[in-house]
């Protein structure tokens, strides 16, 4: 089988995946519905209120923001992976996730009543701790090693702030704790408008950079060799990494490791082909937010289980056998 037949039947399963993934969430969930209901509350059908009200106000909103992040986490996953030549390389890792995680909190210990600002501070948070990661990488050359561990030392320096913060007011961590597990209940269509303009953004910025991304694997001195101008792909690839990530950390929480296990998967299905890479891991991680999300909502119905706990059970063992494999090549 030749690669673009076989890129062909990747494609096309992960696209199915996608659409079984996305119908499944719309149907099922703690109050699941019958063929009558389901299509009787899309189409807005009269004696089918109830069901049209839980459509449009519940089960679409989850499926779209379910969708966004997944796109978002595993965008930002493997941008950074690529960038950085670090196959341990995420959101959650560099700290990204850490800088909305002080911000949300550091919110809350100042102004305990401003729910409604919480989307906000963890996008600039995230966005802090990009530019900071930056701040220092663009000081020693953008060089890949400097950025993992700048931002690995910034991620401990915001989980001392999150330490700090809790024991000053212990009454804002309560608060934090629905946030640092992530979710998608309350998710809301209004909300998703500006985080989805600013990811399919980024995830045309992704595409554009594609071809001078392919050529990083070789290094920076032969890519650049080549013509391709690594600092600036370097940073832009950053911003857009981080800036996605931002707009799904906003409305989400902090939902780890997607941004590390699709990545691998993607890599690994369409194995040379880094437009290819940028386009399935995409899909797949939209796929996998959906699934994670439809379990969270499923399984111990009525109780709801956090989203970032499924996501943590698949990526933590992942993690670990990444970091073995690696020590193993070392």
């Known amino acids: ?30 109050v699941p519905l019958s063929s009558a209901e389901f299509w009787g509350g899309m189409l807005q059908k009269e004696g089918y209120e109830t069901y ?18 997944g796109v978002a986490f595993s965008q930002a996953g493997t941008l950074l992976q690529r960038v950085t030549d670090n196959p341990l390389a995420s959101p959650n ?36 701790a990009t530019f ?5 990488a663009r000081s020693a050359g953008m060089s890949r090693a400097v950025i993992v561990l700048a931002g ?3 991620s401990a320096l915001f989980q001392a ?31 998703l408008l500006f985080p989805a303009v600013l990811i399919l953004a980024c995830l045309v910025a992704s595409q554009l ?9 070789l290094g920076d001195t032969l890519a650049g060799s080549l013509g391709v101008p690594v600092k600036r792909v370097r940073l832009m690839s950053l ?3 981080a800036a996605s990530a931002a707009a799904a950390v906003s409305f989400t929480g902090l939902i780890g490791f997607v941004g590390l296990i699709v990545p691998h998967t993607a890599r690994a299905l369409v194995k040379g082909n880094m437009r290819g890479e940028l386009c399935l891991s995409p899909m797949l991680g939209a796929a996998l937010l959906l699934l994670a999300d439809l379990l969270a909502r499923t399984l111990f119905a009525p109780t709801e289980i956090p989203v970032g706990v499924f996501t943590a059970l698949l990526g933590v063992p992942f993690f670990l056998a990444l970091v073995l494999r690696r020590k193993r090549h070392v």
């Open 93 to 128: 890792i560099l700290g990204i996730n850490a800088g909305a995680g002080f911000a949300v909190l550091l919110l809350l210990v100042c102004f305990p009543l401003a729910y409604a600002f919480l989307p906000l501070a963890a996008f600039l948070g995230a966005l802090l």
């Open 1 to 30: 089988m030749n690669a673009k037949t076989r890129n062909f039947i990747v494609f096309f399963a992960a696209g199915a995946l996608l659409l079984a993934s996305a119908f499944l969430a719309l149907r099922l969930g703690s």
């Open 152 to 154: 690995v030392a910034l």
């Open 239 to 241: 911003i857009a990494a």
């Open 209 to 217: 950079l594609s071809k001078k991304l392919a050529l990083f694997c």
């Open 52 to 69: 049209t009200a839980i459509f449009y106000s519940s089960r679409l909103p989850r499926v779209l923001g379910a969708i966004l992040a």
């Open 132 to 136: 900071l990661i930056l701040g220092v």
């Open 161 to 191: 702030g999150i330490s700090f913060l809790s024991v000053v007011d212990p009454d804002a961590l309560s608060s934090y704790i629905d946030f640092s597990v992530g979710g998608l209940h309350g998710v809301k269509t209004e909300d």
